[in-house]
């Protein structure tokens, strides 16, 4: 009988809950993002920021859109990836301004033929429509170069997802790519750490609040029954996340001198 009268209770509050968690899973992601994205204004500089975090997020969360089309999936992780890139695309955006306004002398550099206010650009002669060169990729100088970049592939990515979304193997390592570029986002931080020997210029509070995050995404994709590529490399995040929080600790144990005039460059996760 009291169990019973419980019920009443435990219903909603079971609800709530779960709507708790989908709302985390929805905005959770980009909460590291707040803060640098209000350092990057107070400061008028972004050069502690990678705007190849941005590029991987943006093709990871493409991806698990288009292969929710084959797949459907836990609507809290597809809102989760059209935040995931309008985030991305303001942090880009910002991060541009800034860097333009401080290179008042620097070239500019774009991914169509265009500028933004519409000046045609001088290009070589074999590359009459495009200024697009390979050793500047994701550099360019404004905004609305990274957005065609950005629409050209979702288009082609999204035309051959319409050719092949009848295939089963296809749609599965789509999933798996998806979930993969995300995982494998703090790799370069990781091997930047083993080969300097050293955390220096590190956020440990970000790593931290990065590993929580994974932990806690991880443990919705088996809660939930996600697809089976989201649960596995959601755990292969945490493990490089333990991974730089072991190498921090490490290295603060056992420092090295660093060499004189030694530049550390900031990785891609490193915020």
Not at 40 to 49: E, L, P, V
Not at 156 to 170: E, K, M, P, Q, R
Not at 220 to 237: I, T
Request: hydrophobic share 50%.
């Amino acid at each position: 009988m009291e169990a019973e009268g419980l019920g009443w209770l435990l219903v909603p509050l079971h609800q709530l809950v779960s709507w708790v968690a989908a709302g985390a899973m929805v905005f959770g992601g980009v909460v590291p993002y707040i803060p640098q994205y209000r350092d990057i204004r107070r400061t008028q500089n972004a050069d502690g920021f990678s705007t190849h975090v941005c590029l991987v997020l943006l093709v990871a969360n493409i991806l698990r859109i288009l292969f929710w089309f084959g797949r459907h999936f836990e609507s809290p992780l597809l809102w989760q990836s059209i935040v995931m890139i309008l985030t991305m695309l303001l942090m880009l955006k910002l991060c541009t301004e800034v860097r333009v306004a401080n290179e008042l002398n620097i070239k500019r550099r774009s991914f169509s033929a265009t500028d933004s206010e519409g000046e045609e650009l001088k290009a070589p002669p074999r590359r009459p429509y495009l200024d697009f060169d390979t050793h500047h990729f994701w550099h360019w100088s404004s905004f609305a170069d990274y957005v065609q970049c950005v629409l050209a592939f979702t288009g082609v990515a999204g035309y051959v997802t319409y050719l092949s979304i009848d295939s089963a193997l296809f749609v599965e390592t789509l999933g798996f790519l998806a979930v993969l570029t995300e995982a494998m986002l703090g790799v370069p931080q990781l091997y930047r750490n083993y080969r300097h020997r050293s955390t220096e210029g590190m956020s440990l509070k970000m790593v931290l609040m990065w590993t929580s995050g994974d932990t806690f995404k991880t443990a919705y994709f088996l809660l939930n029954g996600a697809p089976l590529q989201f649960s596995v490399c959601g755990l292969l995040q945490v493990m490089v996340d333990l991974a730089i929080l072991g190498q921090a600790y490490a290295f603060a144990h056992h420092p090295q001198k660093p060499a004189p005039h030694a530049v550390h460059p900031v990785s891609a996760k490193a915020l």
